[in-house]
């Protein structure tokens, strides 16, 4: 298989997804989009190894680095500016509250994973001692995730209480 | 940065696809180095002066 074929294939599965997540949502079925995620994610592994063509080298992945910093950036600094505007105008609607919150954990979230994972690169590559540094990460990723649980449940519930009046 | 990419591809006569195939790499990487708007991995450098049996000081002028 060539590379523009694999791209084409590629493209066309992203706007059946597309349209099957959209449709799913309206009609509030969360397992849908869920398989035909696993499946396309499937097909698209399969479809790749067929392709005897360089799909991205050197060049592809710093730029996929420097664009993954950038969106980091422009994330946080909307997500953080946008969590300022709402926590401040929660009077308005207590909607805005755990919007804002949502924002500012999500930043934070995104933040720690980026460390994490930029640390755990910087150190695993010259070096050979990779389970401490993955075992780590899962007991930070397990406290994280408590945390997030522990906070969200309340609010999340009353949020969507609210919502549905 | 300059580069002799061009010169010595076109004396073994090999396509920007084929020496991008060669070395790994995709052609508009190959595409980028001729035009010396790219910076190559040493490791780049070396796989693009072995596959066009040269050096890499011949190939890239800095």
Sequence with gaps: MTLKKYQKIKLAITIVLAIIFSQSIIYKNYLIPLATLIIASLGLILLRRQVKEVIADER???????????????????????MFVLYAFRDL???YEPIAMTLAFS??????????????????KFSQNKKTFIVLIIIL???ASIFTIDYFPE????????VNG | MQTKI???RAKLNLTQDQLANLVGARRE???????????????LAHDVATALKTSIDNLFIF
């Design chain 1, 60 to 82: 592809d992945y710093l730029n996929a680095g420097k664009s993954a910093g950038l969106a980091i950036q422009v994330y946080s600094w909307v997500a953080v500016v946008a």
């Design chain 2, 29 to 43: 990487t190959i595409v980028f180095l001729e035009a010396g708007k790219y910076n190559p991995s040493l490791k």
């Design chain 1, 155 to 162: 609010k999340t519930i009353g949020f969507v209480k609210m």
């Design chain 1, 93 to 95: 609607n207590p909607a």
């Design chain 1, 107 to 124: 930043t934070c979230l995104l933040m720690l994973t980026y460390s994490l994972i930029f640390k755990f690169q910087n150190k695993t």
């Design chain 1, 141 to 143: 990723a397990i406290f």
């Design chain 2, 6 to 8: 061009k010169e010595y």
